[in-house]
């Protein structure tokens, strides 16, 4: 944790941290965020602005590393705030900010799994120094998993050589994790 949270400035749904210096502390502290124009960024010195998604705003947050000002209501963002935001955009963001905090306060680099059509690729070093071995997908525990679903999630990650996990929010707060490992007969 920094004495002084670093600056973001809230930005449609998103965070820009414009100070390079605390853009660069955040992305060598954690790979948290984007930095602007950069898609596969070798190291953590650039020259750029870093774009933090909702779910890193309300994690660092709460963990005081930054202060998410949002101009149109001349104050800064507390992670309620940001939570509510993340619903208004995806009705799952409650349950991945959970598992996204649990990961990360566990040592895990979490970054998003979108190109593989998941929630969260999961390292344990970090982009560039090991490859995820890990998809978590959160799924709200009373929805349940279609089998086909498990099918499709299994053969993609086979194909990528990483281990499926679904993640779900029990009704207490604590959160399950299943993992599912390809078999053929």
């Known amino acids: ?21 605390g853009a660069m502390c955040l992305y060598a502290n954690g790979y948290f965020g984007q930095p602007v124009g950069i898609r ?10 870093l774009e933090l998604s909702l ?37 799952s963001f409650q349950d991945q900010f959970y598992v996204y905090s649990e990961l990360r306060d566990l040592g895990y680099v979490v970054r998003p799994g ?13 982009p560039g120094l090991d490859h995820a071995p890990f998809l978590v997908h959160v799924i709200a525990q009373k929805k349940g998993v279609a089998p086909l679903d498990i099918v499709r999630a299994g053969r993609l990650a086979t194909s990528v050589r990483k281990k499926f996990i679904i993640a779900t929010v029990k009704d207490n707060g604590q959160i399950a994790y299943y993992s599912f490992v390809w078999h053929r007969p």
């Open 1 to 21: 944790m920094l004495e002084n949270p670093i600056t973001a400035e809230f930005v449609g749904d998103r965070a820009v941290v414009w100070n390079n210096e």
């Open 40 to 49: 596969k960024p070798k190291s953590a010195d650039f020259d750029k602005p």
């Open 55 to 91: 779910l890193e705003c309300a994690y660092l947050t709460e963990k005081k590393r930054i202060r998410v000002n949002d101009s149109s209501r001349n104050a800064a963002l507390s992670v309620k705030d940001i939570v509510k935001l993340g619903m208004g955009v995806s009705r």
């Open 114 to 126: 979108l190109k593989f059509g998941t929630d969260f690729a999961v390292y344990e070093r970090g």
